[in-house]
């Protein structure tokens, strides 16, 4: 995992250290508000074009979210809501993937979590170390479908969906996820444009 740049470098501080999964969520939108300005305390010490996201905005994200408050806890919704907000906020993308491979590990973590499946720490599941096949449900029919109906519901909302994630999506959902069936064609034509 790459590092922010030496000025932000420092143990995470302030409104950007999170001491529960609701600040680990406010933290995570002072990320997308720096994304979005170009300002900001993820921001200082470098060069950040507005509506960018790149390796260090992503660092933080994975920073937050596995911050030693939060570690042992599922991600949250909340949590989730501001990641997609960080992804929607992102119109250019210099980080190599690491934000798509983290937001689909935290959805995946988030809909296990919600559905009553067991899930490892964050720091093992977020890694771009470990491998998504290694923890996360395969099928579908495991899974909550209301959970399910809302991921579809946000995905549907976003401008941008990487590959990570509509691959991940689809297979959470599988052919056992009747109900979505309908919706998840609109999910995937949002997701290759």
Not at 88 to 106: V, W, Y
Not at 120 to 143: C, F, N, Y
Not at 169 to 180: C, K, M, Q, R, S
């Amino acid at each position: 995992m790459s590092t922010p740049s030496t000025k932000t470098a420092e143990p995470l501080s302030g409104a950007l250290h999170p001491s529960c999964r609701k600040t680990a969520a406010h933290a995570l939108t002072i990320v997308r508000d720096g994304v979005i300005t170009g300002e900001g305390p993820t921001t200082k010490g470098r060069i950040h074009f507005s509506r960018s996201l790149d390796a260090d905005d992503a660092a933080w994200c994975a920073r937050i979210l596995t911050a030693a408050a939060v570690e042992h806890q599922p991600v949250s919704r909340a949590e989730i809501e501001a990641l997609f907000a960080i992804n929607e906020a992102a119109a250019e993308r210099s980080d190599g993937g690491r934000f798509d491979d983290l937001l689909a590990k935290a959805i995946a973590h988030h809909a296990a979590s919600e559905s009553g499946l067991p899930v490892p720490p964050r720091t093992v599941a977020l890694s771009p170390d470990t491998e998504i096949d290694r923890w996360a449900p395969r099928q579908g029919a495991k899974m909550d479908t209301k959970v399910l109906e809302w991921i579809a519901g946000q995905m549907r909302g976003q401008r941008r969906t990487g590959r990570a994630l509509a691959a991940m999506v689809a297979t959470l959902v599988g052919a056992t996820a009747l109900p979505l069936a309908a919706q998840l064609p609109n999910v995937f034509d949002i997701g290759m444009m």
